[in-house]
């Protein structure tokens, strides 16, 4: 039995152009500026927690504890700008942990990106066995670039997926963490240069961890571009590729970081 646990880790709000770039001909409008804060929509802010028969698997982090009391210091202001969080007591990723009775260094933490929302959370869990991210989104973070924020993983080692080549994958690499194809990491860019999505699979099915490659049902049922990109064209190819495995009468759900319409606390998997 494999099941993979939703993780609440509050709430992000932002300006509503940042799920759906297309309701504002601003290419920015998604960074907040120049908007009404009135605007801002509250979205969720989800970590997946795989607990597995061969090790147990964390799929992004959430926020830091810290935002709680340095909102701005913890995140700095241009993504504090950009995304307020929001993180009751109880909610931050080592916490719930905790409560489901399991031990951050017991786990292996998988990255699906490293945007704040998703890597803020890292120093909670700095103890895990490992932290991987693909080797584009390690490249990505290395290369200076203003949308990554080193902070969350100073003095925390990043290590490589072993991405292989994979004819079958959407994007030519995938890896197969166990050897059995129970959990495979798919290589889905457009969010990010290294946007990777995570494969969970028994007999009943599969469930696919998307991270922001989709950030609810609508965007991979109607194809919406969210609007922090790295390549759109990407994004669309790899939101196409997620609505094909949406189809798949094997898929038991996709489970998205930002997604309130998806509510199931825990998915069991035979």
């Known amino acids: 039995m494999i099941k993979v646990y939703e993780l609440n880790c509050g709430q992000v709000g932002v300006d509503p152009?940042?799920?759906?770039?297309?309701?504002?001909?601003?290419?920015?409008?998604?960074?907040?500026?120049?908007?009404?804060a009135k605007r801002r929509i509250w979205l969720p802010v989800k970590a997946f927690f795989i607990v597995h028969p061969k090790g147990?698997?964390?799929v992004d982090t959430g926020w830091d504890s810290d935002v709680r009391q340095r909102p701005i210091q913890t995140l700095t202001f241009p993504m504090w700008f950009a995304s307020k969080p929001r993180l009751p007591q109880g909610e931050?990723?080592?916490?719930?942990?905790?409560?489901?009775?399991?031990?951050?260094?017991e786990i292996t933490v998988l990255m699906t990106?490293?945007?704040?929302?998703?890597?803020?959370?890292?120093?909670l869990v700095k103890d895990?066995?490992?932290?991987?991210?693909?080797?584009?989104?390690?490249?990505?973070?290395?290369?200076?670039?203003v949308r990554y924020v080193k902070r969350p993983w100073k003095n925390i080692t990043l290590k490589q997926m072993p991405l292989i080549n994979d004819p079958s994958a959407p994007f030519g690499k995938s890896w197969d963490v166990y050897g059995n194809g129970s959990v495979k990491v798919f290589l889905t860019p457009g969010h990010t240069p290294g946007s990777a999505t995570i494969q969970v699979t028994g007999e009943d099915?599969?469930?696919l961890l998307v991270g922001d490659t989709g950030y609810n049902r609508d965007s991979w049922e109607s194809l919406k571009i969210p609007g922090p990109v790295y390549n759109q064209k990407q994004m669309r190819e790899s939101l196409q590729w997620v609505q094909k495995m949406r189809q798949d009468p094997k898929c038991l759900g996709i489970l998205a970081a930002h997604d309130p319409q998806e509510t199931r606390k825990v998915i069991e998997i035979r």
């Open 17 to 36: 152009a940042v799920p759906d770039r297309s309701i504002s001909r601003n290419t920015i409008a998604y960074t907040g500026l120049f908007r009404s």
């Open 56 to 58: 147990n698997i964390l």
């Open 92 to 105: 931050a990723v080592d916490e719930q942990i905790k409560a489901l009775g399991y031990r951050t260094s």
């Open 113 to 123: 990106h490293m945007d704040i929302d998703h890597d803020s959370g890292l120093r």
């Open 128 to 145: 895990a066995k490992q932290i991987l991210v693909s080797p584009e989104e390690w490249r990505a973070v290395h290369s200076g670039q």
């Open 205 to 207: 099915g599969f469930v």
